[in-house]
């Protein structure tokens, strides 16, 4: 691992929890389908595109659609979660997130968010969260969603720094798995206990210890 030049932050379950509100609007889309999603059934959609989280739903619920109800049923979700997000708020971030950005910031450390979601912008409006971040990547600038590495890898060329400077951070297997394909390294955000191939794995920002924080952004080691 090299010095890290640049982070890479997923949004949903990283910087807001916005997770329930998914599993809240894909399930009210299911019940449309006569498929009750339950929340097992759910973590197979974790970190997934919108159109990659339909068919796995497709799949779990042994239906086909045609491509007009596929592409239906996609704004129909999007409309649902849409309304379940239309009252976040700079209150909403998780902990420890904005002290850490800035910490970020005063060491000149580029600054990317990479998630698969294609409102991505439209959350950071609601946080306020714009303006910290140096570039963004989302659902509507890649071809392949997580695990595919694609997403990192652009944004890691748009920040002209190599995959081995950059450090990522995630809450669901497909995009820790995703960075591991693009060489970077990656510290999970969440239960230990249910991601793997990671060496580093945090309940939250508050939880990182100051000597990882220094031993990855200090120059001298």
Same mark, same amino acid.
């Given at each position: 691992?090299?010095?890290?030049?640049?982070?890479?932050?997923?949004?949903?379950?990283?910087?807001?929890?916005?997770?329930?509100?998914?599993?809240?609007?894909?399930?009210?889309?299911?019940? @449309?389908?006569?498929?009750?999603?339950?929340? #097992?059934?759910?973590?197979? !959609? +974790?970190?997934? &595109?919108?159109?990659? /989280? *339909?068919?796995?739903?497709?799949?779990?619920?042994?239906?086909?659609?045609?491509?007009?109800?596929?592409?239906?049923?996609?704004?129909?979700?999007?409309?649902?979660?849409?309304?379940?997000?239309?009252?976040?708020?700079? @209150?909403?971030?998780?902990?420890?997130?904005? #002290?850490?950005?800035?910490? !970020? +910031?005063?060491? &000149?450390?580029?600054? /990317? *968010?990479?998630?698969?979601?294609?409102?991505?912008?439209?959350?950071?409006?609601?946080?306020?969260?714009?303006?910290?971040?140096?570039?963004?990547?989302?659902?509507?600038?890649?071809?392949?969603?997580?695990?595919?590495? @694609?997403?990192?890898?652009?944004?890691?060329?748009?920040?002209?720094?190599?995959? +081995?400077?950059?450090?990522?951070?995630?809450?669901?297997?497909?995009?820790?798995?995703?960075?591991?394909?693009?060489?970077?390294?990656?510290?999970?955000?969440?239960?230990?206990?249910?991601?793997?191939?990671?060496?580093?794995?945090?309940?939250?920002?508050?939880?990182?210890?100051?000597?990882?924080?220094?031993?990855?952004?200090?120059?001298?080691?």
């Amino acid at each position: 691992m090299g010095l890290i030049k640049a982070v890479m932050f997923d949004l949903d379950g990283v910087i807001v929890d916005t997770s329930n509100y998914h599993y809240l609007s894909w399930k009210k889309l299911c019940l @449309e389908l006569d498929y009750n999603l339950n929340e #097992s059934g759910n973590d197979f !959609l +974790k970190g997934l &595109s919108r159109e990659d /989280s *339909l068919l796995k739903i497709i799949d779990l619920a042994n239906i086909s659609l045609s491509e007009e109800k596929f592409k239906e049923y996609l704004i129909k979700k999007n409309s649902y979660y849409l309304d379940f997000i239309n009252n976040l708020s700079p @209150e909403n971030i998780l902990p420890g997130v904005l #002290s850490f950005l800035r910490y !970020l +910031k005063k060491k &000149s450390i580029k600054i /990317s *968010l990479c998630s698969s979601s294609k409102n991505a912008k439209f959350v950071l409006e609601k946080l306020d969260m714009i303006s910290l971040f140096d570039i963004i990547v989302d659902g509507n600038d890649i071809k392949m969603s997580k695990p595919d590495p @694609e997403i990192f890898l652009i944004a890691s060329k748009k920040l002209v720094t190599e995959p +081995k400077n950059c450090l990522v951070f995630e809450d669901a297997q497909s995009g820790i798995d995703a960075a591991n394909k693009a060489g970077m390294t990656v510290v999970g955000i969440g239960n230990k206990n249910k991601l793997k191939n990671l060496k580093y794995c945090f309940p939250d920002f508050l939880k990182i210890p100051d000597h990882l924080i220094n031993y990855f952004f200090n120059e001298e080691r």
